[in-house]
């Protein structure tokens, strides 16, 4: 018989209610000491021994009988193979599924821009892609191809002339959807490496891996203590917790529908957090009622329920006023406004890594096909950061360019300011572009 679900119940009309979110929401993605210490040891072997100490890494780790280096290289036509191997449905979602994202990120690519101002000053900003970026991809079973669309596209859409990809294979076991995803999103480069040795070889090069300027992809542990350590020496897209989906419905959707939702990242893994919010204390009991009668239906029925038990809530609030406050407060990776008018509220949405509109909108559509990016930021962080997008594989460079008026103009005011700081050197360089 399969034991009842425990969700816990909270009132954000109750005195201790901040307490008891502040509890549900609270996480640490930090590593132990022993994690830290494996991890920087791993870096340092792989600066100091290069190729020698990737095979040596993924023998012990992945279970390979590799050799060398070229036995971790998957030539481009490897992954045009892949393509062949899908099933046609398959390649047919990849390819409409990248289409979409493609078009997407089309939208946000920016262009370099100058003025002129009357003295014939010019100032603007130059916009150019990173010469070569990094791509991370979890591997074995648990692999998703559509982080190799989100990651890959963004990057060929602003012009990054080469990406680099590393996704382990454990055991020798090739996810065929993975490649055929790595081949349609234009991926250049493949190494079947991983782990905090795969992060520390895209930071700092080796004979066969070349250094990228940015990492991005999700991993374990070992991975994201990596991304932290290399950090300044490449650029890296986030230190993501886990999934999270906040649900803020009127309590006319169907239950079942948020149910599924919630489940929806529940599954990801035991620490995914899966929070509902209504005003309708009834619908929330309907809700909890559709989890227990749909949990034993789910293959992964044992991760969501410990997901939902250890992290997850069901929240009565007074109205939609104060749904929304409590929204803000939580700053969701995944906000869905299952209402009537979600349009009247959205205004209202200050922190939130992606919207999701209306009963029908459910959030799997943007973890897979919808078109923006679904690498988000959690655990609050989308009070001050944005999903991953072209802008993160673009730098902007300042244009100054000054006519001789406008040298002798603003070499004045930069001489005051230079000797209130008593920075003579700064003073005197500007002060032999003044004309008298």
Not at 161 to 187: D, F, K, Q, S, Y
């Amino acid at each position: 018989m399969t034991a009842p679900i425990a969700i816990r119940r909270l009132n954000a009309a109750d005195a201790d209610f901040s307490r008891h979110l502040d509890h549900l929401l609270s996480w640490e993605s930090v590593s132990d000491d022993a994690v830290n210490q494996r991890v920087l040891e791993i870096i340092q072997a792989v600066r100091s021994r290069g190729d020698e100490a990737l095979v040596e890494y993924t023998q012990r780790f992945d279970g390979l009988e590799a050799s060398s280096m070229a036995d971790l290289i998957l030539p481009r036509e490897r992954l045009e193979q892949a393509l062949t191997r899908i099933t046609p449905a398959q390649c047919e979602a990849l390819e409409n599924a990248a289409q979409r994202v493609r078009s997407y990120h089309e939208k946000q690519k920016q262009d370099s821009w100058t003025y002129t101002e009357p003295d014939g000053t010019v100032l603007g900003q130059q916009v150019t892609p990173l010469d070569r970026a990094g791509l991370y991809v979890p591997g074995g079973k648990a692999s998703y191809p559509s982080s190799v669309l989100m990651n890959a596209i963004p990057a060929k859409v602003a012009g990054v002339a080469e990406v680099v990809m590393v996704v382990p294979t454990p055991r020798g076991e090739v996810n065929e959807l993975v490649l055929a995803a790595a081949a349609i999103a234009g991926v250049d480069r493949v190494f079947t490496i991983g782990g905090a040795q795969a992060v520390a070889a895209l930071a700092y090069g080796t004979e066969s891996v070349p250094q990228v300027d940015k990492i991005v992809g999700p991993g374990n542990i070992y991975v994201a203590t990596a991304k932290r350590h290399v950090f300044g020496q490449v650029g890296i897209d986030m230190i993501a917790g886990p999934s999270e989906i906040l649900v803020v419905c009127d309590g006319q959707t169907d239950p079942d529908w948020i149910a599924m939702d919630l489940f929806s990242q529940a599954e990801h893994d035991e620490d995914a957090q899966s929070i509902l919010v209504s005003p309708d204390g009834v619908f929330l009991d309907r809700v909890a009622e559709s989890i227990a009668r749909l949990l034993p239906t789910m293959d992964r029925s044992e991760i969501i329920r410990t997901s939902i038990e250890g992290r997850g809530a069901l929240i009565q609030v007074a109205d939609m006023q104060q749904a929304m406050a409590v929204a803000n407060r939580i700053a969701p990776e995944h906000l869905e406004l299952s209402v009537a008018d979600p349009q009247q509220w959205l205004p209202q949405i200050r922190h939130a890594g992606a919207i999701f509109m209306g009963r029908y909108t459910a959030e799997a559509l943007g973890d897979y096909c919808a078109g923006p990016n679904h690498v988000l930021p959690t655990s609050g962080t989308a009070r001050f950061s944005s999903p991953l997008g072209v802008y993160d594989f673009q730098k902007r460079s300042s244009i100054i360019f000054c006519s001789a008026t406008g040298a002798s103009k603003l070499g004045k005011t930069a001489s005051v300011l230079a000797r209130g700081e008593s920075l003579t050197a700064h003073a005197r360089s500007a002060e032999y572009r003044i004309k008298d």
